[in-house]
């Protein structure tokens, strides 16, 4: 690390954590990675989805020993 970044990250670290944790924020959205909060609620949306379709009738829960059963059978053959 270059002297110049090492002191500019140096100078970074005795900032206040709030302004830092903010700091963070905005380094992370700039590389348009998704965040935590954005995983969560795009898993939210999911699950609401599905809860819907199953309520709504267009798909039906199978009982996950059944799956398993059937797996197994399909991969013995």
């Not at 990250?9 to 965040?35: C, H, M």
């Not at 379709?53 to 020993?65: C, P, R, T, Y």
Request: net charge negative; aromatic share 2%; charged share 30%.
């Amino acid at each position: 690390m270059s002297i110049l970044n090492e002191k500019f990250l140096n100078e970074i670290l005795t900032l206040p954590a709030d302004i830092r944790s903010q700091l963070v924020e905005k380094l992370i959205q700039s590389l348009n990675v998704p965040i935590q909060k954005e995983i969560d609620e795009i898993w939210a949306e999911e699950a609401d989805n599905r809860i819907k379709a199953i309520q709504s009738g267009k798909v039906s829960l199978v009982d996950g020993e059944e799956v398993i059963s059937q797996m197994r059978a399909r991969l013995k053959k």
